[in-house]
Nanobody, 123 residues
Framework: VQLQASGGGLVQAGDSLKLSCEAS????????LGWFHQAPGKARQFVAS????????DYTESMKGRFTISRDNAKNTVYLLMNSLKPEDTAVYYC?????????????????WGQGTQVTVSS
């Protein structure tokens, strides 16, 4: 399995950004895919995840309402739409995947990680 994340960049506070993660090596039926982020000097933190088959989603509380995770099964791609971005959202964003569905918010549950894409939000 390989995950290729893209879409990061430098934006201003209040802007929106949409990250993409193209997954290969599937099929991904019965898998959970998601996003983590890691700010400078901090541990990786869960952002959101989605069940490949049903589209059921899970979010960390602080991002619920601003971020939306979605997937396009035909394109094998997972998206993270980030609205109303804040400087504290600045981080490297990683696409992740694991076989088996459920609520998984700890990094050790995910055994496949993409290379990360940098998101920088200026004030």
């Amino acid at each position: 399995v390989q995950l290729q994340a893209s879409g990061g960049g430098l934006v201003q506070a209040g802007d929106s950004l949409k990250l993409s993660c193209e997954a290969s090596g599937g099929p991904f039926s019965g898998w959970q895919l998601g996003w983590f982020h890691q700010a400078p000097g901090k541990a990786r933190q869960f952002v959101a995840s989605i069940t490949w088959n049903s589209g059921s989603t899970d979010y960390t509380e602080s991002m619920k309402g601003r971020f939306t995770i979605s997937r396009d099964n035909a394109k094998n791609t997972v998206y993270l739409l980030m609205n109303s971005l804040k400087p504290e959202d600045t981080a490297v964003y990683y696409c992740v995947a694991r076989a088996g569905v459920g609520v998984f918010r700890q990094s050790y549950f995910y055994n496949y990680w993409g290379q990360g894409t940098q998101v920088t939000v200026s004030s």
